[in-house]
């Protein structure tokens, strides 16, 4: 089994920052691409930012020059910097990752974290 734990939300001004971690255990040959999403109350979930093994990266237009997100392969961990954060980035954050449980499977499994809430308040 793979877990994604996520960590790193919080309460943060408008204008401030967050930094949100997302760390991936459990069974895993390797982990192709990985990304956030987030779901704000009575809302689809939805793309915030994605990266893939070799580090190209996509984000949401309202995200974009204000969230950076990177990932360290060697610790099977994502991160998402989010700057100038404002209140409409309130919403629950999940983790994504397709990981290949292991050398024998060929094909990757999509995983889900349990989420992290992020509210931007003053």
């Known amino acids: 089994q793979v877990q994604l734990v996520e960590s790193g939300g919080g309460l943060a001004q408008p204008g401030g920052s967050l930094r949100l971690s997302c760390a991936a255990s459990?069974?895993?040959?390797?982990?192709?691409?990985m990304g956030w999403y987030r779901q704000a109350p009575g809302k689809q979930r939805e793309l915030v930012a994605r990266?893939?093994?070799?580090?190209?990266?996509n984000f949401a237009d309202s995200v974009k020059g204000r969230f950076t997100i990177s990932r360290d392969n060697a610790k099977n961990t994502m991160y998402l910097q989010m700057n100038s954060l404002k209140p409409e980035d309130t919403a629950v954050y999940y983790c994504?990752?397709?990981?290949?449980?292991?050398?024998?499977?060929?094909?990757?499994?999509?995983?889900w974290g349990q989420g992290t809430q992020v509210t931007v308040s003053s």
């Open positions: 994504n990752a397709d990981v290949r449980p292991s050398f024998f499977r060929y094909s990757y499994t999509n995983y």
């Open positions: 459990g069974s895993i040959f390797g982990i192709n691409d």
């Open positions: 990266i893939t093994s070799g580090g190209i990266t």
